[in-house]
């Protein structure tokens, strides 16, 4: 009889399907910083991310983490001026997610002028407020011998402590360093950051094992 009266119910359009589980604005924009805290740029909703950023923002004008994930939402729409502008209006902050996405502006000149030194300063002032993203991207920027920013000591640092916090991204460049650094006693180790990366998500260090 309960089967008869929810397909009589169905017919009639009513969903019986589980309620959708609401997102944040940090679920839905926020930088990858670990398996199961933000999302690659590539796999933004920029719609539904939109929605709810906006709304987080106008709820909460002075929270400078959703106003930092609505500018990356602003960039993946292609509205970089936007999301320039919404972050340098926060002006002097702390919060590590502000932080680390100024310092993208600043790095790729996408919403305001290029400036590898501020970019660096906002990498560097995020890492110290824990943000793994930032660390993880500083550490790409020292560890790059043909940089005028290298600093091989710094982003060895910066890179094992990503990486033992659990960012995908951070795992996997140290399993490239051990893979490739020409020392093949290393390799084990490689092959178990990059496990470890694969199951966070690190799309790249799969194809390596």
């Given at each position: 009889m309960r089967l008869l009266l929810k397909a009589i119910l169905v017919a009639c359009g009513v969903s019986f399907a589980s309620p959708a589980v609401a997102q944040t604005c940090e679920e839905l924009a926020a930088p990858v910083q670990t398996a199961t805290v933000g999302i690659a740029f590539d796999a933004i909703d920029p719609k539904k991310a939109l929605s709810v950023c906006t709304a987080e923002v106008k709820a909460?004008?002075?929270?400078?983490?959703?106003?930092?994930?609505?500018?990356?939402?602003?960039?993946?729409?292609?509205?970089?001026?936007?999301?320039?502008?919404?972050?340098?209006?926060?002006?002097?902050?702390?919060?590590?997610?502000?932080?680390?996405?100024?310092?993208?502006?600043?790095?790729?000149g996408r919403g305001g002028p290029k400036d590898m030194g501020r970019a660096i300063a906002s990498f560097e002032a995020a890492?110290?407020?824990?943000?793994?993203?930032?660390?993880?991207?500083?550490?790409?920027?020292?560890?790059?011998?043909?940089?005028?920013?290298a600093n091989a000591e710094r982003g060895k640092v910066l890179r094992q402590r990503a990486a033992d916090r659990g960012n995908p991204d951070a795992m996997e460049?140290?399993?490239?360093?051990?893979?490739?650094?020409?020392?093949?006693?290393?390799?084990?180790?490689?092959?178990d950051w990059y496990l470890m990366a694969a199951a966070a998500g690190a799309i790249a260090a799969k194809a390596e094992l």
């Amino acid at each position: 009889m309960r089967l008869l009266l929810k397909a009589i119910l169905v017919a009639c359009g009513v969903s019986f399907a589980s309620p959708a589980v609401a997102q944040t604005c940090e679920e839905l924009a926020a930088p990858v910083q670990t398996a199961t805290v933000g999302i690659a740029f590539d796999a933004i909703d920029p719609k539904k991310a939109l929605s709810v950023c906006t709304a987080e923002v106008k709820a909460n004008p002075d929270n400078h983490a959703s106003l930092a994930h609505l500018a990356r939402v602003y960039s993946k729409l292609d509205r970089a001026d936007e999301a320039g502008e919404l972050l340098r209006a926060i002006g002097d902050t702390r919060n590590p997610d502000a932080l680390a996405y100024l310092g993208v502006i600043y790095r790729d000149g996408r919403g305001g002028p290029k400036d590898m030194g501020r970019a660096i300063a906002s990498f560097e002032a995020a890492s110290e407020e824990g943000n793994l993203f930032a660390m993880q991207v500083l550490a790409g920027i020292y560890l790059n011998k043909d940089s005028q920013f290298a600093n091989a000591e710094r982003g060895k640092v910066l890179r094992q402590r990503a990486a033992d916090r659990g960012n995908p991204d951070a795992m996997e460049m140290l399993g490239d360093s051990l893979m490739y650094g020409g020392e093949d006693d290393q390799k084990p180790k490689a092959i178990d950051w990059y496990l470890m990366a694969a199951a966070a998500g690190a799309i790249a260090a799969k194809a390596e094992l």
